[in-house]
């Protein structure tokens, strides 16, 4: 008898808080890269600390949704943890795109630099935590 497959419940909370972190690595890497080339000290990256958690909480939403929306897609039975990660991956990918290019309009090599490195970080993340959650589904049966 095979495992029941994971509810959707088990990876969406773990995969929105991995997103959301790293879009707040993505906008601590960009403000520390603004405050290094100003030669300014510390106290302006401290007085930049509330627009960094709100601009990377921006960043890490859409890929995270649009993941999960992607997900909610391919989960059909048969379930298969390689067809949810291709799902999730493609909508991180798509998702990855949305918010830099609202955040860095005027410089989009910065906005593509910036979508491309949360895309392959969550691709990662998300194809890791697919499989956790898979794994940890088969030891529960």
Same mark, same amino acid.
């Given at each position: 008898m !095979? =495992?029941?497959?994971? *509810?959707? *419940?088990? &990876?969406?909370? *773990? &995969? +929105?808080?991995?997103?959301?972190?790293?879009?707040? =690595?993505? +906008?601590?890497?960009?403000?520390?890269?603004?405050?290094? !080339? !100003?030669?300014?000290?510390?106290?302006? &990256?401290?007085?930049?600390?509330?627009?960094?958690?709100?601009?990377?909480?921006?960043?890490?939403?859409?890929? =995270?949704l649009i993941g999960l929306l992607a997900l909610s897609f391919a989960i059909r039975p048969p379930r298969s943890p390689r067809r949810e990660t291709i799902a999730v991956v493609v909508g991180v990918v798509i998702g990855s795109f949305a918010s830099p290019t609202f955040f860095y309009p005027v410089l989009p090599a910065i906005a593509v630099a910036v979508a491309v490195g949360i895309a392959l970080v969550l691709s990662v993340v998300a194809a890791l935590l697919v499989r956790a959650v898979w794994r940890a589904a088969g030891r529960r049966e």
């Amino acid at each position: 008898m !095979t =495992a029941a497959p994971p *509810r959707l *419940r088990a &990876f969406a909370w *773990r &995969f +929105a808080v991995a997103a959301v972190g790293v879009g707040i =690595a993505a +906008a601590i890497v960009l403000a520390l890269a603004g405050v290094s !080339t !100003t030669g300014d000290g510390p106290e302006l &990256f401290v007085s930049l600390i509330p627009a960094v958690l709100i601009i990377g909480i921006g960043m890490g939403i859409p890929p =995270a949704l649009i993941g999960l929306l992607a997900l909610s897609f391919a989960i059909r039975p048969p379930r298969s943890p390689r067809r949810e990660t291709i799902a999730v991956v493609v909508g991180v990918v798509i998702g990855s795109f949305a918010s830099p290019t609202f955040f860095y309009p005027v410089l989009p090599a910065i906005a593509v630099a910036v979508a491309v490195g949360i895309a392959l970080v969550l691709s990662v993340v998300a194809a890791l935590l697919v499989r956790a959650v898979w794994r940890a589904a088969g030891r529960r049966e």
